[in-house]
């Protein structure tokens, strides 16, 4: 803290000693060529005595502001924030806001950066104030609209968060319909905690409007639809997610056999596995498919459908783990219990490898999630094959 004050403050000072000087000389009157000099000095003294709240206090309260000097007072509260010091970061902006002739442009840029050290400081309702107050100014509409859908992500309150991601995209020009299309989700996640199926359907449909690539959207859509006991529509919402976005099939292959299991409808499950052949994660779709032949009692069939995927070059894992685990219901003894311990290592190392990872950061996690934890982008945590699928 101590060297950043050496090389920041004492460089401000002198720069607004030296303008002020400027300005006086300009009008013939002396100014601050009296006063500022000593405060300087002042001020260096409390940087020598390891005081360096009281040189801050000192600087920020002396130090002419004009357009020569304000860009340092930012950058000096901007550097403040990013080391943590929030407080002085707050002293240094406030100091430059209270100054009653700062231009409107230079006072909007110093409530931005204020509103940043509220966030910073978890000051949440702050920030928002100082926000809404620059909505009403002319300069930074778009830059505070973005930090109110900031806010309105941290507090949850996603129709506000929709509303300030629709005024930052009318302003900034910036494509945020992928971002509202999960707001929508999100708040219809909320609404179906609280019981209200109709409204969480609503705002899943909004979603789809936005984003009509919206894979959440539908698998949202088609859970809603599960629960209800309606496995048309469920089957319906689920497949859909196959044109969307074929990454995402191993996320709605077992939803899908879930829902025409409720249909009593294997045949039309079987035809629709059959269409999804050929994709990316092909492995999944055989694996949901050998699932179904067991299902009704056709063992025998399963077993060659294994036998066939085999014997293809590169065979991937988890159709090797079915396999075994099949297999073992033709032996009994010791060759159940090899045959046992081998499912179990084989699954072991499938589940190092399956699981999800972010396109944007690279984060990997065994669940999914819409925002990533890491990088808090949305829609970037994605399904991605294991090294044996590749």
């Known amino acids: 803290m101590l060297e950043l004050l050496w090389l920041l403050l004492p460089v401000a000072a002198a720069t607004g000693w030296w303008s002020g000087n400027r300005h006086a000389r300009a009008s013939n ?7 500022l000099p000593g405060d300087y000095v002042r001020g260096l003294n409390y940087l020598l ?6 040189a801050l206090e000192l600087f920020v309260r002396v130090v002419e502001v004009d357009s020569d000097t304000v860009e340092t007072y930012l950058l000096l509260g901007s550097l403040f924030r990013r080391r943590g010091e929030v407080e002085r970061a707050i002293r240094v902006h406030q100091n430059l806001i209270a100054r009653p002739h700062l231009e409107g442009r230079h006072r909007a840029t110093a409530m931005l950066e204020l509103g940043k050290d509220y966030m910073r400081a978890g000051l ?8 809404k107050e620059l909505l009403n100014t002319r300069f930074l509409k778009a830059e505070a609209s973005y930090e109110l859908q900031r806010i309105y992500e941290q507090e949850r309150d996603w129709l506000e968060a929709i509303r300030s991601a629709e005024a930052y995209q009318s302003t900034s020009g910036d494509s945020q319909q992928t971002v509202i299309a999960h707001y929508w989700c999100e708040a219809a996640e909320q609404q179906r905690q609280y019981g209200r199926s109709r409204l969480a359907i609503d705002y899943a449909k909004r979603a ?9 959207a539908s698998i949202l859509l088609g859970d809603i639809a599960l629960t209800a006991r309606d496995s048309a529509q469920a089957a319906k919402h689920y ?3 196959a044109e969307q976005d074929p990454d995402f099939l191993p996320v709605v292959l077992p939803k899908l056999r879930v829902a025409y299991s409720g249909l009593g409808d294997q045949s039309g499950l079987s035809r629709l596995l059959s269409r999804f052949r050929g994709r990316k994660h092909d492995s999944e779709t055989v694996l949901q498919m050998i699932r179904d032949m067991l299902e009704r009692g056709e063992e025998p069939a399963a077993r060659e459908a294994l036998l066939e995927e085999m014997r293809k070059q590169k065979a991937p894992l988890r159709l090797l783990r079915e396999y075994v685990a099949l297999e073992q219901t033709r032996f009994d003894g010791d060759q159940v219990a090899i045959l046992s311990l081998i499912e179990r290592v084989l699954s072991e190392h499938v589940q190092q490898w399956y699981t999800y990872r972010c396109k944007q950061c690279g984060f990997r996690t065994k ?5 990533c934890p890491s990088c808090h982008n949305w829609g970037t945590i994605r399904p991605y094959e294991s090294p044996d699928d590749q």
């Open 124 to 131: 949440l309702d702050r920030a928002e104030g100082l926000y």
């Open 49 to 54: 005595n390891e005081q360096p709240d009281k």
């Open 208 to 216: 789809l409007v936005r984003d009509p690539g919206s894979v959440r």
């Open 29 to 35: 009157t002396s100014g601050n060529r009296s006063s």
């Open 367 to 371: 669940n999914l999630f819409w925002q």
């Open 239 to 241: 497949a859909r997610v």
